[in-house]
């Protein structure tokens, strides 16, 4: 269609030229039938870009039926399976901002107070420090 529009007039050309025009010759329901090159290139763009913006979303739902698929079935492999170091990055900044920020109760609060005498009676346990290579041969333990 951009050849057509050049001004290039191969019979090959306007053949092909004639047989878009009959299935692109609706712009829109409101507006007369397209005629001109440019019209019919505009009409072309739009329904491309329609049809791809559709199947974006269709991609993205689907992965994220996937994902939701997954997560409920083996959550082993979900986490390893999160696309994209911007998840990852999220996910890290969620967790450090939740469990980073020191927080300060209210220590009067009732709730509080209903807590520390339902345990008073509870003896600690007993303090087993765990190493950072325990801790990892138990996770890479974990992951296989």
């Known amino acids: ?3 057509a529009k050049n001004v290039n007039t191969s019979e ?5 030229k004639r047989r878009i025009q009959k299935k692109v010759h609706v712009h829109a329901k409101h507006d007369p039938n397209s005629a001109h ?10 329904k491309l870009s329609v049809k ?5 979303r269709y991609k993205e739902a689907n992965g994220r039926k996937q994902q939701n698929r997954l997560f ?6 979900y986490y390893p399976n999160l696309k994209g170091e911007r998840r990852r990055q999220a996910l ?6 939740t469990w980073g920020n020191a927080v300060i109760h209210n220590l009067k609060a009732s709730w509080i107070r209903r807590g520390q005498t339902r345990v008073s009676n509870v003896t600690a346990m007993e303090h087993i420090p765990i190493t950072t290579e325990q801790a990892s041969r138990l996770v890479a333990k974990a992951l296989k």
Do not use: G, V, Y
């Open 72 to 77: 409920t079935t083996n959550k082993k492999t």
């Open 52 to 56: 791809s913006q559709r199947l974006r």
């Open 1 to 3: 269609m951009k050849q």
């Open 12 to 16: 090959r050309l306007q053949k092909h």
């Open 92 to 97: 890290t900044a969620f967790w450090a901002s």
């Open 37 to 46: 090159i440019t019209e019919i290139l505009d009409t072309l763009k739009q």
